[in-house]
């Protein structure tokens, strides 16, 4: 029996409800960036088959396959990469693909005889979607890396982090998911909407380098102007400004203040509250380090919790820091159904949503069931999986 929110395609097979269904993409695993692309995407409808080299273990973080969103929403293919056969069996399926995701070095791909020249040769309708950290070509391309690298690299990281201090690691959320994830699927979506006018697919060059740079692009802009200062802890955005920061409660709780506008800020001043000099001298930058001092001091005096209550109904643009066990249950989030919890997982519901077309839920990775629709016939897969070619059908 098909999933919920999954509809019968032409040719017999389940296929996923949402915008982009009928859709579909050949992921070649990876860890990060395209793992993230093929959860969204399927669960925006597409149709997503995971190859995974056969016998090849998780490289780490190898988490239960209930929990496992790396390989959520898919179906599991283990192939023999290193034999001709399944580097044929390769080819034939991007030749029934409409877009393929891999996140390999330059290079990767074509030594195994799948890179896009051959791929659009069999197929000029494929949009061939490519993940580095430093693009395909240039000095660095074939250079490894994780997120912080690309983060260093483009100029972001050097402005995260206190002054003082040294920079910080935000996570992976800026190289990886923001510069690569996101970047990925833009370009993947605008390719194919180019497809409908000229029939053709296209290789779609992304970099975490290149994703993360234009994330900053506004402040290359204030850079040039003279709004934005060289050095962390120096300006509006990051922590230099007293009205944009975070501040411990006398709980040991931490709340972020943000009220960067004036009439925002004085709604901030007068609930927390603070003199009136204060709120005249804004942006004065002699005066924010007695603002600083005077806003740490009064946020000492209650526990995170009372003062949320005092700031939730209003515009000062004041939060509490929140767990993400703490995000999952708040009244808001649960309102909108922010996250959804199933099997007693919680996880982040499906975004973004659409109105006529809704997004789904994935559930755990399957076994492929057939490659019928890649024009792979049963009793040829049976060969296949007999010659060692494909793997078994566990997951």
Request: glycine residues 12%.
């Amino acid at each position: 029996m098909a999933p919920s929110g999954w509809r019968r395609d032409k040719m017999g097979g389940a296929a996923r409800s949402g915008p982009l269904s009928g859709l579909t993409i050949i992921e070649m695993a990876g860890i990060g960036p395209v793992p993230l692309a093929g959860l969204m995407l399927a669960e925006m409808g597409a149709d997503v088959l995971r190859i995974e080299r056969k016998n090849a273990g998780r490289a780490f973080l190898n988490a239960p396959p209930e929990y496992d969103l790396e390989r959520h929403g898919r179906e599991i293919l283990k192939l023999d990469l290193k034999s001709p056969e399944g580097r044929v069996l390769l080819l034939r399926l991007m030749e029934g693909a409409d877009v393929l995701l891999e996140g390999f070095r330059p290079g990767v791909m074509e030594r195994l005889g799948a890179g896009p020249e051959e791929a659009l040769k069999r197929n000029p309708r494929l949009v061939y979607g490519r993940m580095t950290g430093f693009g395909q070509d240039g000095p660095l391309s074939a250079r490894a890396g994780h997120d912080l690298t690309y983060l260093a690299w483009s100029g972001i990281l050097s402005m995260i982090g206190p002054k003082g201090g040294k920079p910080l690691p935000p996570l992976n959320l800026v190289g990886d998911y923001g510069g690569g994830t996101m970047f990925l699927i833009a370009g993947v979506l605008a390719a194919l909407f180019e497809r409908e006018r000229s029939g053709k697919g296209q290789v779609v060059d992304v970099a975490m380098v290149d994703g993360a740079s234009m994330l900053a692009a506004p402040f290359f802009g204030f850079m040039a102007a003279g709004f934005w200062r060289e050095g962390r802890g120096e300006n509006l955005l990051d922590s230099g400004a007293p009205f944009y920061d975070t501040y411990e409660a006398g709980d040991g709780g931490h709340v972020a203040v943000a009220c960067l506008e004036p009439q925002f800020f004085a709604e901030f001043a007068r609930l927390l509250p603070l003199e009136e000099r204060f709120v005249e001298g804004q942006y004065d930058r002699a005066l924010w380090p007695e603002m600083r001092a005077a806003i740490a001091a009064r946020f000492r005096e209650k526990s995170r919790d009372e003062w949320t209550a005092l700031f939730e109904t209003t515009d000062a643009c004041v939060a509490p820091v929140l767990s993400l066990k703490e995000a999952a249950d708040h009244p808001h989030n649960r309102a909108r159904a922010v996250h959804e919890t199933r099997d007693g997982f919680t996880r982040p519901a499906a975004a973004p949503r659409f109105a006529r077309t809704p997004p789904h839920r994935a559930g755990p990775a399957e076994p492929v069931t057939s490659l019928k629709r890649f024009g792979v016939s049963d009793d040829e897969r049976k060969a296949l999986e007999e010659a060692g070619v494909i793997g078994e059908g566990s997951v």
